[in-house]
Structure formats: structure tokens, C-alpha cells
């Protein structure tokens, strides 16, 4: 009896060792946290030290006066687009940044600090760098500055110069030529032609996003490779569901020149066709 017990016991004992066991090869190492991939917020942190350990130490006097007064900046949305894809306005104590389709971000400025190789300030989740370089636009104009803007994880980067210049702002239609495959894709399903793109952009993965009116007034939504190689999709869109920006300007490809229209001008876009833009 007492040798039956301890055979009890010890059959007991052995399967609270494998539980045990089991229990410990399923609970991941410390070392497993560690690897893993950082979050945008610390991309973001990383990549605000970085930009502020380049701008080195304290300015003089003169490297401040450098860095004063207001400021105009602009690039492209990614490498390889078009110049104006993006705008930067920096005041005295309040900045705006705009991108088409997207609205414009910023807010009042912190306090701007100096460096000896530039100066960054902060307005609301954009944080600016503006530094005293020769920067070249994808126009060829020569400027005297180059900005970057730290804005949700992305670093945009483009050319900039002292003092507000006010003229036409970037509009969807700015990064025309990068568009422009998509856009063809998209246009191939219009059923009541010409149809006019009243707004493209860029969206994750390799797609634009097309918005398109048809002659009989309808409105698609078109989903294609930025290549133009297919298309995921082409639905209606509802007529509250418009873009910032969306129809200033809307664009039509090729052919003839569109007939004029009241508070609405016409200009060719280069060899792709034609924007109409709003007058009044």
C-alpha cells in the first residue's frame, strides 16, 4: 500500500515537471522583445535627433539673423516627383505645411533653435528644419535654403528661401507626370466620356487613388498601380465624399482644349492634356 502511494506521488510529481516545462517554452524570452521592429514614434524620435545632432552647436549672432523672419518651402511628395507637391509657410509664430488632398497641418511655432549649421522649430506634430545651403528645385531655380519637414514618420525634403512669395499653391495636379499611368488606367473605364480627374494621389503599396467625373455628371472612385500595369477598382463615390482640394483643378486628358466655362480658366498641362481651374 505504502509503495502504491509513492508511485501516486511520484507519477503526480512528473506531470507538475512537464506542466512546468511546458509553460516555460511558451513564454517568449526576454531576447524576443527585443528585436522587434521600432514604431513610428520612435522612427520619428530617432530621426528628429539625428536632424538635431547635424545642426552642431550654438549660433552667433550672425548665424541667427540668418534664421529670422519668415519663410517659404516646398518639394515633392517623394523622390522623383514634381516640384510643389508640398508647401511649407513658416511665420513668425505660426507655421502651416499643405499637402493637396491631405489639408494643412501645423499650428503656432515653439521658440526657434539656433545652431551654427541651421535652426529647427516645432508647431504642433511638424517639426521644421531649415538650413543655409544652395538648393536646386525641380524647376532649375536656384534657392538659397533647404528645408525639411518631420511630419507622422515621413521626412519630406525640399528647397527653400526667405520671405513669402504669393502666387498659384500645390494642388494634386503638381505631381501630374507621376500620376499619369494610373490616370490613363483609370480613364479607360469611363462609360459617358470625356471624363475629367478631379483628384489623384499616391496611397499605400504602389496605388493611386483616381477621382473621376464623368460627362453625365457622375462620380467614380478608381483604385490602379501607379504604373498604370491595373485596376483594382472603379465604383461610384457619393457626392459628400470629396477630398481637400478635390475639382480645383480637374483635368482632362489630351485632345482639344475644353470649351469655356463661367469662373473657370483653361491651361494646357504640358503634353498630358488639360486643367481647368476655378476663377471665381
Not at 524576443?32 to 536632424?51: K, V
Not at 494621389?201 to 504604373?227: H, K, L, T, Y
Request: charged fraction near 20%.
Amino acid at each position: 500500500m505504502r509503495k502504491a502511494v509513492r508511485l501516486i506521488l511520484a507519477s503526480a510529481a512528473l506531470g507538475l515537471g512537464l506542466g512546468l516545462a511546458a509553460c516555460q517554452q511558451n513564454t517568449p524570452m526576454a531576447s524576443d522583445t527585443s528585436s522587434a521592429a521600432p514604431s513610428d514614434q520612435q522612427r520619428e524620435a530617432q530621426m528628429a535627433a539625428d536632424q538635431l545632432a547635424s545642426l552642431g552647436g550654438p549660433a552667433d549672432a550672425a548665424t541667427r539673423a540668418a534664421y529670422e523672419g519668415e519663410f517659404q518651402a516646398s518639394g515633392a511628395v517623394e523622390d522623383g516627383g514634381d516640384e510643389g507637391a508640398w508647401e511649407l509657410r513658416l511665420l513668425n509664430d505660426y507655421a502651416q505645411f499643405t499637402r493637396p488632398g491631405l489639408g494643412d497641418d501645423g499650428g503656432p511655432t515653439s521658440e526657434r533653435d539656433f545652431h551654427a549649421h541651421g535652426m529647427r522649430v516645432v508647431a504642433g506634430e511638424v517639426t521644421i528644419t531649415i538650413s543655409q545651403a544652395p538648393c536646386t528645385t525641380g524647376s532649375g531655380l536656384q534657392l538659397g535654403y533647404t528645408a525639411q519637414v518631420l511630419f507622422e514618420g515621413v521626412n519630406y525634403q525640399g528647397c527653400a528661401r526667405k520671405g513669402i512669395v504669393e502666387g498659384e499653391r500645390p494642388t494634386w495636379a503638381s505631381a501630374l507626370p507621376d500620376l499619369i499611368g494610373a490616370i490613363d488606367a483609370c480613364l479607360t473605364h469611363v462609360s459617358a466620356k470625356p471624363g475629367r480627374v478631379t483628384f489623384a494621389g499616391a496611397v499605400d503599396e504602389g496605388q493611386v487613388d483616381v477621382r473621376i467625373r464623368e460627362a453625365d455628371g457622375s462620380r467614380r472612385e478608381c483604385f490602379a498601380a501607379a504604373a498604370g500595369a491595373t485596376v483594382a477598382s472603379y465604383e461610384p463615390v457619393s457626392d459628400v465624399d470629396r477630398r481637400t482640394g478635390e475639382g480645383d483643378p480637374e483635368f482632362q486628358r489630351g485632345g482639344a482644349a475644353p470649351a469655356a466655362q463661367r469662373c473657370r480658366t483653361v491651361e494646357q498641362a504640358g503634353a498630358y492634356g488639360w486643367l481647368i481651374r476655378r476663377s471665381c
